[in-house]
């Protein structure tokens, strides 16, 4: 359901797939052990601060678990296509019924349509439900019986049972620093995952990605990084979260677009971080520094 | 004229004179011979006749005519007849008031009337008839301004002495023993007065004694010599201004006096005009405000240029018109609008100011945890550093000038301590204090091993062996003493035990390590550089003139502007240039990126070899000093090891004691040594398990070894005595730290501190922790804005007492507790509402839907909002609690009940006597309640039914007297879980003293402020108005502390919390009324109702 000529292009949830491999650059193993963890149908559960590339992950395994599926599919150019990749941002609102899915009115009568889960489950794809701590818990009880053997979805107001496709795999992401104690996933939930911990890359690792994302100089790209590192030391003091590589990028862009670098570390770093004006003035002091 | 004629004129006299006094007799015979040859016989006899006169007057005025005989034979001289018949006359006249005032007049005429001239004689007598007011203590007042009289003319005009009689008389009437004392003391302090400032002088003095004559005193014997602080042309001026407050201000016009010339004294005598008639625009409309103006200016133009004081004082005048309260705040240096105008003013920028931000900008650039600090406190530890003003870094912390005032903008300022914090944390980052001796370098070969083994060769023999032959019992005794071969602490140490002139190779070592650092913060910082050059030029400009230092000093300092960067300000002489061509080539290869500080220890032993061939002679002997052009340092000796120039003739000389070069200071203090051995102490005490122990011994042994501390610098005692001074200072830094430790992680330190042996460590653990300070600023309702840190408020923990006080007041009020309990219950959070009527929602909610049906039948439009939702209310409650500790609280409650029963007694006194006795047995079974008993009965039954909730809870109590001791103690701190410890506390509240509520709220909803709570309560439980000692204009003012108090309530308020005051105080509505306005209060009429009361109070706040 494709509508490649016009000005944008929409498709069915399900219907999404990466079809050019994302830049990623693998840290460890993780790419190992997510490939297992599919094999063998175990739930991931990716831990992480935020932009540290746990979603760019995601897509990148999508495309590499990629295979034909059938009317869900369409290939690029070089034949290649990812497998369908359902992501739900979570948020403090969502309930059973946003995953599942609702009755609707319509006329005198109700339709029922099919929440993003219930899609995933079957048509197959990997069904990734991103900051999983933010929903309530009433909601994230739901995907129990998906996550062990039973790998099944009920669907109480219908008084269905999905079983789920083969290729589904349900992925979660959280990250462990800012949220309070009060959001921390409950243990019935995160027993039934297995945990891959991301962290911000190394200096050297993050000079490639941002060089690479931003389209900046290695010398700029090196700068970006050592900032990045730099403030990542304030976590904690100050700042409830480190400088997310995704920052780094944006402010690699900018430079890129011709910003002058301590402006653009400005607008993209310091002020994105915190409203703090000490803190904010401390990693200016810190910009300064590095960038003339 | 006969001279039998003479005779009996004498003798006619001499008998009419003998029966007052033998004396007399000989007094008037001896002064008629001195004068024959002046007078003529009549002139005798009636001069004899005069005297006469006098003696006749009354009982003792012979004693006025024996002075009127004796001053005779030098006065007629002086005076000729005529005159001199006037002068006799003023005495006659005096004697006719008193003989004693005459005689004294006489007695010193002499003196007096050369000093005043005889025209201005009198004016005297009338000014000593002034003083003379009947009495026998004004007479002998008169008589000693008559004698006097000599010396205060000598020094004075008539109209000087004058004022000061006049100054005299005012004070007479307080007291004529301080009148004396002033009169005795004038011309003795009047003296080193000019002429024209003694005149204000005492005209000030004049209207002092008219308002402040208990400071009169003070004033003469002090005033002259603080009047010399002010510039001699303003002096008339500053005296004029002095009086004009007196008149107008009366008693603190000699505080104002002193303060002001103390303040002037340390400004520039030039701008004193310009800050006096600043000064002088004040008075017309405030006194005090001038009084301060002047008293603070010292202060003021410290922090401000003095260019900008009129600046200062026009925004203060401003205010001064709007408010003349506020202006005089302003100008006192207590409201917050000086403050800021002060700062903005100011381009000093103090450390405090910025230290936030310089400790996460540290902390962001080495990722440790970088404390910054003042200097001053560094060298406060008396742990080896001396400098208060220079930067440096002990491993933990990066200590800082106070403040920095170079250049005339903040901004500027903030650089320096930029590039000094860079510096300094660039130690810390690339990792100057990680050397190890055993590692290599990335760029030199190592020769450590090398010096090692020539220094041990050199070393001479142990002298044990040579003493073998002593006897059995001296040896023991001698192996006691021997000390053991010390084994270096750290590697650094040892490091340097290679090298045997420590000094030099200290130097070599910081040069190469201040070069590689600096280097690399030039590589990795770009952003600083230019600042960072900038530095290096001032150092560079403010380097000593190299042709002026002893040879190997020369070499050294050659260095440091290498290492700055300042190759054009070498000199060195030609002959040698190889030499230093070899050096630069050292210090070049160390700046390569992977040098390590292992390069520069390397480095350091190659400079130091090159520096121990270089004789330190006079820089006479050389001649051909010379620079070093560029293309001669193009061309260095770049590779790591090309050391064998050694056969350049070194010129001869005598050698002179070698001497550190000048610090550069932006590098600051640097040591190395003490660093490493400070932070190996400090991991041992945070392991626990010793290690391997430092012996106070070995500590000792080696901070007398190194060249970083110079002990003498810091006690001038003995050597033995001020390292143990050193190490105790040591010890307790350490201990110091280990508790901060503490603090943070729960689990306690155990008790074996590898370190101790030494007591103090042990005793420090179980102190009482230290109270905390905290700073507030207070409310001045007048003024209409805020005292700067006006109250320090001083938290501390109360005394634990027995936790079963906890226990017990539940059972006594069990009922209360389980009806409280079940209410609270009902409170249960995590409660689920249904909000209807949403487009979209978990569910259709069936009326809706039932509804939208019937009107989409009956043709209406229907609302789409059929949904609803589950939305779960979550408690998120944080309270605080604080309890007024006040010694009112004291006071019992059923006084009054009790009083009014005794109507009932009339006149039987057994009846009464037998219901004394029953009350009496009443209470000693049940002592009275206090209010303070019922307060902490609330808060038992508080925490009972909090702890249902669950919500979060502080409780707090105050009290404290004055401004800098506001008592804070924490009873539960809202992190805190309720303990035995928290229900032993409770035991503990007791009255203290007074109530100042404002800086207890300010802290409170500091406390409150750090919880992340939906809602927040600050719960106020009183049992009186607000009062304390200056808490207000003076003790009656009711005003001050009441809008103070509101004013805190309000900042809470603003702040997103809740503020509510509950009191005991039956009277308490007249002025909760105002203190409380906008913000919830209630008045607790029944006093015993109160921890029912608090409870229900408590349910309704929150929900």
């Known amino acids: 359901m494709t509508s490649s000529d016009s000005t944008y292009r929409q498709y069915a949830i399900e219907e999404y797939t990466i079809d050019y491999e994302p830049f990623y650059v693998p840290v460890k193993d993780e790419v190992e052990l997510f490939l297992s963890a599919y094999a063998q149908k175990i739930p991931v559960l990716l831990k992480g601060p935020t932009g540290c590339g746990k979603t760019r992950f995601v897509e990148y395994m999508a495309f590499k678990l990629g295979r034909p599926l059938g009317a869900v599919t369409k290939a690029n150019k070089n034949g290649e296509h990812g497998r369908a990749l359902i992501t739900v941002a979570c948020h403090e609102d969502l309930t059973a019924s946003d995953l599942v899915g609702r009755y609707l009115l319509e006329g005198d009568s109700t339709r029922w349509i099919d929440g993003p889960l219930t899609r995933a489950v079957k048509v197959g794809a990997v069904c990734y439900l991103d900051e999983i701590v933010e929903a309530r818990k009433d909601t994230t009880v739901l995907i129990h019986p998906l996550t062990d053997h039973r790998r099944i979805l009920p669907i109480e107001k219908l008084g269905q049972i999905v079983e789920a496709r083969d290729g589904f795999l349900l992925v979660i992401s959280y990250n462990p620093g800012y949220q309070s104690a009060l959001k921390d996933l409950k243990h019935s939930t995160r027993q039934r995952f297995m945990a891959i911990e991301f962290n911000y890359p190394t200096r050297d690792l993050e000079t490639n990605i941002i060089a690479h994302e931003a389209g900046v100089s290695d010398a700029v790209a090196a700068d970006l990084a050592k900032l990045g590192e730099k403030v990542r030391h304030l976590k904690e003091h100050g700042l409830a979260e480190g400088v997310s590589t995704r920052l780094l990028i944006y402010a690699g862009r900018l430079i890129h677009e011709g910003i002058p670098a301590r402006r653009a570390c400005q607008v993209s770093v310091v002020w994105a971080l915190t409203d703090d004006g000490d803190v904010q003035r401390s990693i200016e002091e810190v910009v300064t520094s590095i960038f003339e | ?1103």
Not at chain 2, 129 to 142: N, Q
Not at chain 2, 341 to 357: A, H, K, N, T
Not at chain 2, 908 to 927: G, H, I, K, V
């Open chain 2, 1 to 1103: 004229m006969s001279s039998s004629e003479r005779a009996k004129i004498l003798a006619k006299y001499e008998k009419l004179l003998t029966p007052y006094s033998t004396s007399l007799v000989a007094e008037f015979h001896r002064s008629a011979s001195a004068i024959a040859d002046l007078v003529s016989d009549q002139e005798l006899s009636q001069w004899a006749e005069e005297g006469l006169d006098l003696a006749r007057q009354s009982w003792r005025s012979w004693e006025a005519a024996g002075e009127y005989f004796r001053a005779t034979p030098q006065m007629l001289p002086m005076l000729g007849l005529e005159r001199y018949r006037r002068w006799a006359r003023y005495g006659r006249e005096l004697a006719e008031l008193s003989s004693a005032l005459a005689a004294s007049y006489f007695r010193t005429s002499s003196k007096t009337v050369p000093a005043a001239t005889f025209e201005r004689l009198g004016d005297l007598v009338e000014l000593g008839r002034l003083l003379y007011k009947g009495t026998w203590r004004s007479a002998s007042l008169a008589v000693q301004f008559f004698d006097s009289s000599p010396q205060l003319f000598a020094e004075m005009s008539i109209d000087d002495v004058r004022v000061l009689v006049r100054f005299v008389d005012a004070l007479c009437d307080r007291s004529y023993d301080l009148a004396s004392h002033c009169l005795s003391i004038a011309p003795h302090v009047l003296k080193p007065l000019g002429d024209e400032d003694r005149s204000t002088f005492l005209q000030f003095a004049e209207s002092l004694a008219a308002t402040g004559w208990a400071d009169a005193r003070s004033y003469l014997e002090k005033g002259p010599a603080l009047l010399a602080h002010v510039q001699q042309k303003q002096r008339v001026r500053f005296l004029e201004l002095a009086s004009e407050l007196s008149r107008r201000e009366g008693r603190q016009a000699f505080g104002f006096f002193s303060d002001a010339a103390r303040a002037l004294s340390t400004i520039d005598p030039d701008s004193h005009g310009l800050l006096l008639s600043l000064s002088e625009e004040l008075v017309e409309r405030s006194p005090i405000a001038a009084m301060e103006f002047l008293k603070t200016a010292a202060t003021i133009v410290e922090r401000i240029p003095l260019d900008t004081i009129a600046d200062w004082h026009d925004e203060g005048s401003r205010l001064l018109d709007a408010s003349i309260d506020g202006g005089e705040a302003y100008f006192r240096l207590e409201s917050s609008r000086g403050e800021d105008m002060l700062e903005s003013l100011s381009s000093r920028l103090d450390l405090s100011r910025v230290s936030d931000i310089l400790r996460m900008y540290g902390k962001a650039l080495t990722g440790c945890e970088v404390a910054v600090h003042s200097s001053e406190a560094l060298a406060e530890k008396g742990i080896g550093w001396v400098e208060t003003e220079s930067p440096s870094t002990e491993g933990t912390a990066i200590f800082l000038p106070p403040w920095i005032e170079e250049y005339s903008d903040k901004e500027r300022n903030f650089t320096v301590y930029k590039v000094y914090c860079t510096h300094q944390a660039g130690h810390l980052e690339f990792g100057t204090f990680e050397f190890e001796f055993e590692t290599e370098g990335a760029i030199f070969t190592n020769r450590r091993n090398e010096f090692a083994e020539a220094r041990r060769a050199a070393a001479p023999p142990a002298p044990a062996q040579a003493e073998a032959t002593d006897t059995e019992a001296a040896d023991i005794l001698e192996a006691d003493e021997q000390p053991t071969e010390h084994v270096p602490i750290t590697d650094m140490e040892r490091f340097f035990d290679i090298l045997p002139d420590r000094k030099l190779a200290s130097d070599l070592f910081a040069i190469a390590e201040d070069a590689r650092i600096d280097l690399l913060i030039d590589r990795e910082y770009a952003g600083i550089r230019r600042s960072y050059t900038d530095r290096q030029t001032i150092e560079l400009a403010k380097r000593p003139s190299i042709d002026k230092l002893p040879l190997k000093q020369a070499f050294v300092e050659n260095l440091v502007r290498v290492s700055l960067g300042g190759y054009d300000t070498m000199l060195w002489p030609e002959a040698l240039h190889p030499i230093m061509h070899e050096a630069i080539g050292v210090i070049e290869m160390l700046r390569q990126p992977q040098a390590n500080v292992e390069d520069a220890a390397e480095a350091t032993l190659r400079l130091y070899e090159l520096a121990t061939g270089i004789p330190n002679i006079a820089p006479e002997i050389m001649e051909d000093w010379e620079e070093f052009d560029s293309d001669s340092l193009q061309s260095l000796p770049m590779s790591a090891d090309s050391l064998g120039n050694s056969d350049i003739d070194m010129p001869q000389g005598e050698q002179m004691p070698y001497e550190s070069p000048s610090p550069v200071d932006f590098r600051g203090d640097f040591k190395p040594e003490t660093v490493q051995m400070l932070m190996k102490l400090r991991k041992q005490s945070q392991e626990e398990g010793p290690v391997s122990p430092i012996s106070p011994e070995q500590l000792k042994q080696m901070l007398e070894k190194s060249v970083e501390i110079s002990i003498d610098d810091m006690a001038e005692a003995n050597l033995t005595q001020s390292s143990d001074l050193f190490l105790t200072n040591l010890i307790k830094e350490l201990n110091q730290q280990a508790q901060d430790k503490d603090d943070k992680k729960p689990a306690p330190l155990k008790d074996g501190q590898p370190v101790t042996g030494d007591s103090t460590g042990d005793d420090e653990r179980e102190l009482p922790p230290e109270p905390k300070y905290f700073f507030y600023d207070e409310w001045d309702f007048r003024a209409g804005d805020y005292r700067p840190r006006w109250c320090r408020v001083v938290e501390s923990a109360i005394a634990d007492g027995a936790p079963q006080y906890f226990e017990q007041t539940l059972s006594k009020y069990s009922s209360l507790v389980h009806e409280t309990q079940r209410q609270f219950e009902l409170l249960r959070p995590e409660m689920f509402r249904k909000i209807k009527r949403l487009l979209d929602g978990d569910e259709i909610d069936f009326d809706a839907v039932t509804d939208y049906a019937v009107e989409r039948r009956s043709g209406h439009t229907p609302t789409d909002k059929v949904y609803y939702r589950r939305n779960k209310v979550e408690r998120d409650v944080a309270v605080t609690f604080l309890l007024d500790m006040s010694a009112s609280t004291d006071e019992e409650i059923a006084k009054h009940e009790k009083r009014y029963q005794q109507d009932d007694f009339d006149d039987d006194p057994r009846r009464y006597f037998s219901w004394w006795m029953a009350r009496r047995a009443q209470e000693l079974l049940t002592p009275p309640k206090r209010i303070i008993d019922l307060e902490k009965e609330s808060i038992v039954l508080l925490i009972k039914a909090l702890e249902t909730i669950g919500d979060r809870y502080g409780i707090y109590g105050f009290s404290g007297y004055g401004r800098d001791n506001v008592e804070f103690y924490v009873i539960k701190d809202l992190e805190e879980v309720l303990s035995d410890k928290v229900k032993g506390r409770i035991d503990k509240i007791a009255p203290v003293r007074s109530t100042r509520m404002g800086p207890a709220i300010r802290h409170a909803i500091y406390k409150l402020d750090q919880q992340d709570a939906k809602v927040r309560i600050l719960f106020l439980v009183s049992d009186g108005r607000p009062q304390d000692h200056g808490y207000g204009r003076d003790r009656t003012e009711k005003e001050y502390a009441i809008h103070d108090t509101h004013m805190a309530l309000l900042e809470a308020k603003r702040k997103g919390m809740v503020p509510f005051c509950l009191t005991v105080d039956r009277y308490g509505h007249d002025y909760l009324k105002q203190m409380c306005a906008d913000i919830g209060y209630e008045v607790v009429p029944d006093i015993e109702s109160l921890p029912s009361r608090i409870t229900t109070l408590y349910r309704q706040l929150t929900t």
